[in-house]
């Protein structure tokens, strides 16, 4: 069922996916093509801001707290492995695996590694003050607006 609190905090997820998707291809090498990069993080920020934190609001300012600490990180962990996936997709497009299951198990690999590049302070500092304010205002929402 659609509510404000679900709008704002898919709203306020995508905002948080759109910040973030730009602190991190500085991290990379210059001549990495990021491609869709941005537009994909920004859609699971919004899944993920409806149905993590927006399907919570409504229960108190520490529950709202709470589900916007777990808000992105639920986004950071969706994301890289839907970006793993496709990373592996375009390493295995170029014959470079032997097989299915080491394309299959390349994905953690590459998963890995690229949460390892993320564990920046000012990436999971804007995280997490992104997330606790997307679950205060879905809170807000809640409370004002049914």
């Known amino acids: 069922m659609p509510s404000a609190a679900k709008l704002v905090a898919a709203l306020g997820l995508a ?28 859609v699971v920020g919004i899944l993920v801001g409806w149905i993590v934190i927006g ?3 409504g229960r108190g300012m520490i529950s709202a707290v ?19 996936c496709n990373e592996m997709v375009r390493i295995a497009m170029r014959n470079r695996y032997d097989g299915a299951f080491e394309a299959l198990i390349s994905i953690f690999e590459i998963g890995a590694e690229w949460a390892l590049l ?6 999971w ?14 809170e807000h929402a809640s409370r004002h607006w049914r």
């Not at 916007?68 to 492995?81: D, I």
């Not at 993320?118 to 990436?123: A, F, L, R, S």
């Open 15 to 42: 905002i948080l996916a759109f910040i973030v998707s730009g602190m991190i291809p500085p991290l990379f090498e210059e001549d990495k093509n990021f491609g869709i990069f941005v537009y994909v993080n920004v």
């Open 118 to 123: 993320m564990m920046t302070i000012p990436i």
């Open 66 to 84: 709470n589900v916007g600490l777990t808000g992105p990180v639920v986004l950071v962990f969706w994301a890289l492995f839907i970006q793993s």
């Open 125 to 138: 500092t804007t995280l997490l003050v992104g997330g606790v304010l997307t679950g205060i205002a879905a």
């Open 55 to 57: 399907r919570r609001a």
